[in-house]
């Protein structure tokens, strides 16, 4: 699609509990898969956000994934770090004051404890800019379906997240977007997206729990 970009709209670096990929790494990746944006969303931190955007402010966009009580938000263009635990009428908030675009991930994974559901994210929707739906982790198509349809149906925008926690994963999911500068053309970007990219296996699960384990024992060191 001549003059759209190519965006991964959701990937984690080690600032995450359960990723090993330090900001440094993830450029690298980036430049050679040759994507045009990438939004870094750590769960509940922004601070491997801002590594990577200081490292690389024509690359990266700053964004947060954020767990609520009843589930997770993804925003973009995030200003301030939102923290976890908040009801999500509080945290929506939160991100709407600083003119965050507000999205719900993977919102019917029923294998995720972080998933909002199905009840939510129709609590939700009409709250929200955008769903993500097509998230590589997410492992049966038709919850990406649901949220796909759900989007049409109230007049959000899309996209899709490889959800990448490892490098390998990176770029496995692309959203084509027309360019953008800001929250607000962001959004309308998202209007018109196009979502490519492929599923990822299994055992990606695995590398984000030995993630969790390698960081619990001590051994990995790489962000700070």
């Not at 990937?11 to 045009?36: N, Q």
Request: charged share 25%.
């Amino acid at each position: 699609m001549e003059g759209w970009w190519r965006v991964e709209f959701h990937c984690h670096t080690c600032y995450s509990p359960d990723s090993l990929v330090t900001p440094e790494a993830l450029i690298l990746r980036a430049r050679a898969l040759g994507l045009d944006r990438v939004v870094v969303t750590d769960h509940n931190t922004l601070r491997g956000a801002l590594a990577a955007q200081a490292l690389a402010p024509d690359l990266i966009v700053v964004g947060e994934e954020v767990l609520t009580t009843e589930g997770e938000f993804i925003a973009f263009f995030v200003q301030e770090e939102v923290p976890p635990g908040l009801p999500p009428a509080e945290a929506l908030a939160r991100l709407r004051d600083q003119g965050a675009v507000v999205a719900i991930s993977h919102p019917f994974d029923a294998l995720r404890g972080s998933a909002m559901g199905r009840e939510n994210t129709l609590r939700w929707a009409t709250a929200v800019d955008a769903l993500e739906i097509f998230n590589a982790r997410t492992r049966r198509a038709v919850w990406d379906i649901a949220a796909e349809q759900l989007a049409r149906e109230h007049g959000l925008g899309r996209f899709g997240g490889s959800d990448a926690h490892t490098l390998w994963e990176l770029g496995r999911v692309i959203t084509w977007v027309p360019p953008f500068e800001d929250a607000d053309s962001l959004r309308k970007a998202l209007r018109h997206a196009r979502v490519e990219g492929r599923r990822s296996p299994a055992w990606v699960h695995g590398a984000s729990t030995v993630a969790k384990l390698m960081k619990r024992l001590g051994l990995h060191r790489g962000c700070r």
